[in-house]
Nanobody, 115 residues
Framework: QVQVVESGGGLVQAGGSLRLSCVAS????????MGWYRQAQGQQRELVSI???????NYADSVKGRFTISRDSTKNTVYLQMDSLKPEDTAMYYC?????????WGGGTQVTVSS
């Protein structure tokens, strides 16, 4: 059973930075893609950023230029560097590891940005 575990969330002031980490129990290249979603209170879960097996990336328009996704295949880890954080970035952030037949989700890490 694949496990995905996030870490790195916390409380930060607007304009600050955080780096989220997502460790998978399988090799990152065994997935079609890995990435990050977020869900703010009372809202639907939305895509933040995804990195495909070949290295291509996608970002939500709201985070382009501020967030950067990367991976370390030697550690089976995907990172989300979040800079210039805004109060509207406050949400639970979830990591997902995707295979053709199944998505594996972590339990989430809370990011709170104070104004």
């Amino acid at each position: 059973q694949v496990q995905v575990v996030e870490s790195g969330g916390g409380l930060v002031q607007a304009g600050g930075s955080l780096r989220l980490s997502c460790v998978a129990s399988a090799h990152v290249f065994s997935f079609n893609s890995m990435g990050w979603y977020r869900q703010a209170q009372g809202q639907q879960r939305e895509l933040v950023s995804i990195m495909h097996n070949g290295g291509g990336t996608n970002y939500a328009d709201s985070v382009k230029g501020r967030f950067t996704i990367s991976r370390d295949s030697t550690k089976n880890t995907v990172y989300l560097q979040m800079d210039s954080l805004k109060p509207e970035d406050t949400a639970m952030y979830y990591c997902v590891a995707r295979r053709t037949v199944k998505d594996y989700w972590g339990g989430g890490t809370q990011v709170t940005v104070s104004s």
